[in-house]
């Protein structure tokens, strides 16, 4: 990092954190990118795009119950992927555990310790007694604190470090100063785990009663709803029966769909902050998802260690990329203060889907490139190929032919194994994407 820069981000400091914070003994080391896998695919695309370490869910035990999540013998396979690629994988089992799930929990442990060298590298774990069985079943596994556990201050980091965890997750409302100032509080060799886009819980850390208390189904069990998001009314208490919207002006009813989080254009300072591990939420997204979101945060961090100055020069660019994998629009969250209304949609509870996901290349026949089709595209569109260590391609589709190699004009059926012709050279894990007419 060279002297201009250095002043430039310390001048940027000085007025965030607390006086006497020592810059100069900050840890530079390279973060860690941590991104989400829902499933055997999404893990290997992690891999090929950029990730450092993935998370996943088992079939059991994790907060996205409604993501496809990982068979054992799935889990295993993409450990061994992952491990042959220099990478590294956590395991939720972070739900709020009730006495029935501890006897399961525990033959879960022992099931994934038989992996042997290919089992987890950490759980991400949120409950006391599931951090016990952990510790007893498993005891060479890194434990890495969840979310879901509030962690909000040094004194909680601490307690945890003493308990032999290794890192633990802030919560999502801590600001870049909170952070900082834990950082310089807590033990060198403890792991600082941010979440640094994505989504955004209108609960405490994502402890969410909506779901359970609406349709019995409990968000700290993993099998979360998304209420919070639903088209709610008020009722006068003197009116009753008389459904009133909730609107502010003509912005809508939407009053707890916030923006996602995206904090691309801060890498700096997350660096400066010390945090260790840069962490994407969205287990339940797309390949295309992962590897938009993995590609740019990869290269973003890579730039901002090689120079500083191209770090800058390309910010731009990586907001514009990051941009097309499917949003609610962007917020730095609780970062830098308290999200305002300017932080909340309320006009719409949908996602921004500004491109499409048309395939992942497996491999190659006669010339010809196989995917399974995810959407339907047809002979003569325009799409883009993005590959996992290369600029975006932009191309026209030549030919498609079904499995026997007959002629198709277009592709229509969802999962269809179709060969393609882009006029270009592709390759496995290349990622094939339709920009949508605004």
Not at 116 to 138: H, L, N, R
Not at 142 to 155: D, F, G, K, L, R
Not at 195 to 212: D, E, K, P, W
Not at 309 to 324: C, P
Request: aromatic share 12%; proline share 3%; hydrophobic share 35%.
């Amino acid at each position: 990092m060279d002297n201009e820069y250095e002043a430039v981000i310390k001048n940027i400091y000085d007025g965030i954190f607390k006086e006497g914070y020592d810059f100069m003994s900050i840890d530079r080391k390279k973060p860690e990118l941590l991104i989400p896998a829902g499933n055997l695919e999404i893990l290997r695309t992690a891999v090929m795009y950029g990730a450092d370490a993935i998370y996943i869910g088992g079939d059991m035990y994790g907060l996205r119950a409604k993501a496809r999540n990982f068979s054992m013998e799935d889990m295993k396979e993409g450990i061994a992927f992952a491990h042959e690629h220099g990478k590294k994988v956590y395991v939720t089992a972070n739900i709020t555990a009730h006495n029935q799930d501890l006897e399961g929990i525990r033959r879960y442990f022992k099931e994934l310790k038989a992996f042997g060298k290919d089992k987890p590298d950490a759980f991400i774990i949120s409950d006391p007694g599931v951090f016990t069985i952990a510790k007893e079943e498993v005891p060479e596994i890194e434990i890495h604190i969840s979310t879901q556990a509030n962690n909000t201050n040094y004194e909680t980091y601490k307690f945890w470090y003493n308990l032999g965890a290794v890192r633990v997750v802030s919560a999502r409302e801590m600001s870049m100063e909170e952070i900082a100032d834990l950082r310089a509080k807590i033990p060198e060799n403890m792991e600082i785990e941010t979440f640094v886009h994505g989504a955004m819980c209108i609960a405490y850390s994502g402890r969410c009663l909506l779901s359970n208390y609406f349709t019995g189904r409990d968000a700290n069990m993993g099998e979360c709803t998304h209420s919070c998001r639903w088209k709610y009314h008020i009722v006068e208490e003197k009116r009753p029966g008389e459904f009133l919207p909730i609107e502010e002006n003509d912005r809508g009813t939407y009053i707890f769909n916030s923006k996602d989080l995206c904090m691309i254009e801060y890498i700096p300072e997350i660096v400066t902050a010390g945090i260790n591990s840069l962490k994407v939420e969205g287990r339940m997204k797309t390949a295309l998802y992962v590897a938009t979101v993995a590609r740019t945060y990869r290269k973003a961090i890579d730039d901002y260690f090689e120079d500083p100055n191209l770090y800058e020069k390309n910010k731009s660019n990586y907001l514009e990329e990051v941009s097309k994998g499917i949003n609610r629009q962007f917020t730095t969250g609780f970062f830098f203060g308290k999200p305002s209304h300017k932080d909340q949609i309320y006009n719409s509870n949908t996602y921004d889907r500004a491109y499409t996901y048309l395939g992942t290349i497996s491999g190659e026949r006669d010339g010809l490139y196989n995917l399974q089709q995810k959407n339907k595209f047809s002979v003569g569109e325009e799409i883009e190929v993005i590959k996992p260590n290369s600029d975006t391609i932009y191309t026209i589709v030549k030919k498609i032919t079904d499995d026997e190699g007959n002629d198709m004009e277009s592709c229509p059926h969802p999962k269809q194994s179709i060969y393609i012709d882009l006029g270009v050279e592709l390759e496995p894990y290349d990622i094939l994407r339709r920009k949508e007419v605004e």
